[in-house]
């Protein structure tokens, strides 16, 4: 039974790892997590192997194992407090190995367990053990990481932090606050002060649970990652307009390439607007910082001069980045006017070049159309196949469906599977795997017609809206679909034979509509995914390479 209790809390924090992979967008903070957590579930499973075996040898190990896991979660927990509280921005090159280094020590006590001086078996065996005087000098070195990332968050929730900053903060608070009671309940139990022969089991486990489950929290609810993926795009060191990102303190958490370098701004840095603008616009700028410090949730923007290798003209363009209605931070865009203003100039004084200029105009506005076709193409479709992505046909289907419903005309949704995807990228390779995806999605486009959405859904899963067709239409097309698929032969480079895949086919085919469409378009679309994903799932169940057919 005692070592039931490991085992099952293993499990549970082993579950909690998947769900935190498979809910989230995984950015690099969240991989941080997803490591952290993983020797989180170390220490219960360590727990269980040591009363699963009856070889001392064994149990040893896993002892030691269980206690170097202890040892990288202390440390894991201290740096994961500082990047949560944004102090890990200021800490110095050197200072991560002065951090590391008690914890380094104690493992190599661990490890090495000279003369029994961390640990001895009791009665032959390590499930009832003896504990040395190393176990009471490494030990306390391990709360002692627990105590200062406790007072790293007390010293984040005095400062005058942001309502959102201190809400995520104080729950994790909360995880370490228990999980460091849990720890020091079972020293104080089965160590110092045994109450019985019997060891009170999994205290330590237990709170190692209790405490992911308050991270998780703060991570899903609380949104603790959500500022810097949305910072993290791709084309940020791509456009010509130098960015700053801040955070809802004003700190500096990213800039890019374009920034101005006579600004001296750099990440971890406390931003102040008043003293990067010059003195010469004190009337303008005035205005500009009355808006910019009394309505965050407004854009606003200021045209300054610096004197830096010549005048440079200088536009400087604040924005707040909300989430779910809150203020999280502040984009800072400075987009360099000089050339510009240096054109207009010339214009004025000589005529014979304002063709040159008007183009030099153009070509301003065309780099940012393509930009902004960019940021279009980026949003709404699929990087690989080139097809709509599933947020694009989320959003259109909640616009169009509706309209379909208001004027009564049927509609149908097609959801398809690749069979047996996985084996093509087990036996060939995930690149062969996305020729597989891209020949697919081309022959099944051949079928479809202009009016008609294909997406991909997830993976291996594709969507095809199909305004305006009943059902015996509807159904007449998925099978010509799925015999396309079934007879196309997708050449990969590299491969002799060319390969074909089949496709299992869920088919909804709405004729009838409900009486209130005012219920929520967002929420009837999600009701439409779940029934085509259920007849799916019929198709696949039924044998694969065919069509299942529900009509709503």
């Known amino acids: 039974m005692m070592a039931w209790i490991d085992l099952i809390v293993c499990i549970l924090l082993f579950v909690l790892l998947a769900y935190v992979f498979f ?69 110095r090159k050197r200072m991560p190995v002065l951090l590391t280094a008690p914890a380094l020590i104690a493992v190599i006590a661990v490890l090495l367990n000279p003369g029994g001086t961390f640990v001895q078996p009791q009665h032959g065996e390590y499930v009832e053990r003896i504990y040395g005087p190393l176990f009471w000098i490494t030990t306390p070195v391990m709360i002692g990481y627990g105590i200062v990332s406790l007072c790293v968050i007390g010293k984040a929730l005095s400062n005058n932090r942001a309502p959102r900053i201190k809400k995520q903060v104080s729950q994790v608070l909360r995880g370490m606050i228990v999980v460091m009671a849990f720890i020091c309940a079972d020293i104080l139990l089965n160590v110092v002060f045994p109450v019985s022969r019997m060891v009170i089991p999994g205290l330590t486990s237990i709170g190692i649970l209790l405490s992911a489950i308050f991270f998780i ?18 084309i940020i060191n791509t456009i010509q307009l130098g960015i700053l990102v801040l955070d809802d303190n004003e700190t500096i958490v990213e800039t890019n390439r374009s920034l101005p370098p006579f600004l001296h701004l750099k990440t971890g840095d406390r931003f102040d607007m008043a003293a990067i603008l010059p003195r010469r616009e004190a009337i303008a700028a005035k205005q500009f910082l009355a808006k910019y410090k009394n309505d965050p949730l407004e854009s606003s923007e200021i045209e300054v001069v610096y004197d830096h290798e010549g005048k440079q003209h200088i536009l400087v363009h604040a924005s707040p980045i909300v989430v779910d209605g809150t203020r999280v931070g502040r984009t800072i ?44 193409r980026m949003a709404t479709t699929d990087g690989l196949t080139g097809c709509y992505n599933r947020n694009y046909i989320t959003q259109q289907l909640e616009q169009e469906v509706i309209k379909h419903i208001e004027n009564e005309n049927p509609f149908a949704i097609l959801l398809l599977d690749i069979d047996f995807f996985k084996r093509i990228n087990d036996q060939y390779g995930h690149l062969t795997g996305d020729e597989v995806i891209c020949g697919t999605v081309a022959a099944i486009q051949r079928q479809l017609k202009v009016t008609d ?35 196309n032969e997708i050449a990969v480079p590299g491969l002799i034979q060319p390969l074909s895949v089949t496709v299992s086919i869920g088919l909804l085919s709405v004729d009838r509509f409900p009486t209130d469409p005012d219920s929520g378009s967002a929420t009837l679309i999600t009701d439409l995914f779940q029934e085509v994903d259920h007849v799916l799932y019929q198709a696949k169940r039924n044998g694969r390479n065919r069509v299942m057919f529900a009509l709503k």
């Open 217 to 234: 929290v703060a991570i899903h609810r609380d949104k603790v990652f959500d500022l810097l993926k949305i910072a993290h795009q791709d």
């Open 453 to 487: 959405i294909l997406a991909r859904f997830g993976g291996e899963e594709f969507i095809v809206y199909l305004p305006g067709m009943d059902s015996g239409q509807a159904l007449e097309l998925a099978e010509q679909i799925r015999a396309s698929v079934e007879s």
């Open 23 to 91: 809910s989230v967008m995984i950015t690099a903070l969240h991989k941080v997590y997803l490591t952290f957590h993983f020797f989180m579930t170390l220490w219960p499973f360590c727990q269980f192997a040591i009363r699963a075996t009856d070889n001392p040898k064994l149990q040893l190990l896993y002892v030691k194992l269980a206690f170097v896991d202890m040892a990288l979660l202390a440390v894991g927990w201290l740096f994961f407090t500082l990047l949560l509280t944004n102090q890990s921005l200021s800490v």
């Open 333 to 376: 865009t400075f987009q360099d006017r000089s050339r510009l203003r240096e054109l207009v100039n010339e214009t004025s004084r000589q005529n014979t070049i304002l063709q040159k200029q008007n183009l030099a105009l153009y070509d301003m506005q065309l780099e940012l159309h393509l930009t902004n076709q960019k940021l279009q």
